[in-house]
């Protein structure tokens, strides 16, 4: 998928950034094809990196930014900035440790980000995509099953279908733990607008510090 004809090659500048318009997608519902997006995210891991390639993958800097905007709210509390911030060092530390156990490519950096539509399904808000490690996707769907609701079944299939055994990698509990981190964070953004924030916050805060804590997490839409 390419960005409207008339401004594929003139982004808008905006006090936000630069601003791309794409063709309108109708999503028909429907449940996911999870082979389909193993297949989808091994060609994309495959891909040569191009030249001069700016890269947006920093899911620790993202955690950072949403840390930071939660302790500018008045109703912020000190202890989730505190703590927070503290696993933000902790996850760097570990993806260092991590960088030569890793690939390195492009990844998506959020591939559950998907519409169906009656052309098939559409990888969309490639907002976290870069030059990263091929596992932070995988794990990326893992969480889908740990936290979720997502049949241990499904991700073995999809784990099948991109051909790593995922479920029996060395690292995948310290990585993992760093992509919960993500959508701790998540919470944090959006706890000025959505009624069951607060709530999340707590559990999912309380799950990162215990790696034995297997609760499952609300979606926050």
Known sequence: MAPADAVRTRPIATGHGPVTFWPLVDHIGGDLDWAWLAHTLRRLHELPLPAELVSLWDPVGRVEERVALYASHVTARGDYVSLLSTACDE???????????????????????????????????????GVGPAEWDLVSVAIR??????????????????????LSWEHFEVLLRVRELLDCS????????????????????????????????????
Do not use: K, M
């Not at 099953?145 to 995922?166: H, I, N, S, T």
């Open 91 to 129: 996850a760097r530390a570990a993806l260092t440790r991590l960088r030569s156990a890793l690939g390195i490519g492009l990844v998506h950096g959020d591939p559950l980000n998907v519409v169906l539509t009656a052309r098939g399904p559409l990888l969309l808000d490639f907002d976290l995509a």
């Open 145 to 166: 099953q740990r936290r979720f609701g997502l049949p241990v079944e499904e991700l073995l299939g999809f784990c099948a279908a991109y051909g790593f055994d995922l």
């Open 186 to 221: 998540f919470a944090l953004a959006v706890s000025e607008d959505h009624p069951r924030a607060t709530q999340q916050i707590e559990v999912r805060v309380r799950a990162w510090l215990d790696p034995a804590d297997r609760s499952a997490w609300t979606p926050l839409r």
